[in-house]
T-cell receptor, first 112, second 115 residues
Framework: GNSVTQMEGPVTLSEEAFLTINCTYT??????LFWYVQYPGEGLQLLLK?????DKGSNKGFEATYRKETTSFHLEKGSVQVSDSAVYFC???????????FGAGTRLTVKP | EAGVVQSPRYKIIEKKQPVAFWCNPI?????LYWYRQNLGQGPELLIR????????DSQLPKDRFSAERLKGVDSTLKIQPAELGDSAVYLC?????????????FGPGTRLTVT
């Protein structure tokens, strides 16, 4: 079946540190890949997405590249800020249906 | 543009009691989703509507859960009777269309605690 596996958290970093959150997927078809972010007390917000192999999604300094050969979509940011503290979810959806599958989420805490 | 609105934000009930959640999607969004998010996990789809039709309810526990989307706009999700294991955050989302090309917009969720 279709599923997403995320790096387990929590992750704690100092401000301006480099961030990587690993995400790998299993899919029977050709999925679109997403990273969502959930700030405390809020709903999930789309952070970035990629719809085909080798696409790079980017937003707010975050990047992730769709790697079909390694079935991965790792999230990176070169210099994190305290305001990036949140829970990050990797997700996939097959283009021909609407069954979105989420990873378990990774909680990031950035300390000043 | 207003986002997805959900109410209530928090609900505490005793087991065996009924509870209902309400969702107002973004104007013009034909597709509406209800997800359940257990603590420390990602959201899992309960039901998906396209307009007023429930097109995917395979994960909805139909013995105690029900949902409706009258007139293809607002939606309610009901649990009757609630069990301790129903404690979770219930998220509503909407999208303009269906499939991987359409972003899903999420509401803030309703945190349900069953005691």
């Amino acid at each position: 079946g279709n599923s997403v596996t995320q790096m387990e958290g929590p992750v704690t970093l100092s401000e301006e540190a480099f961030l990587t959150i690993n995400c790998t997927y299993t899919a029977t078809g050709y999925p679109s890949l997403f990273w969502y972010v959930q700030y405390p007390g809020e709903g999930l917000q789309l952070l970035l997405k990629a719809t085909k192999a080798d696409d790079k999604g980017s937003n707010k300094g975050f990047e992730a590249t769709y790697r079909k050969e390694t079935t991965s979509f790792h999230l990176e940011k070169g210099s994190v800020q305290v305001s990036d503290s949140a829970v990050y979810f990797c997700a996939l959806i097959l283009y021909n249906n609407n069954d979105m599958r989420f990873g378990a989420g990774t909680r990031l805490t950035v300390k000043p | 543009e207003a986002g997805v609105v959900q109410s209530p934000r928090y609900k505490i009930i005793e087991k065996k009691q009924p509870v209902a959640f309400w969702c107002n999607p973004i104007s013009g969004h034909n597709t509406l989703y209800w997800y359940r998010q257990n603590l420390g996990q990602g959201p899992e789809l309960l039901i998906r509507y396209e307009n007023e039709e429930a097109v995917d309810d395979s994960q909805l526990p139909k013995d105690r859960f029900s949902a409706e989307r009258l007139k293809g706009v607002d939606s309610t999700l009901k649990i009757q009777p609630a069990e301790l294991g129903d404690s979770a955050v219930y998220l509503c989302a909407s999208s303009y269309g269906t499939g991987g090309g359409y972003e899903q917009y999420f509401g803030p969720g309703t945190r349900l605690t069953v005691t």
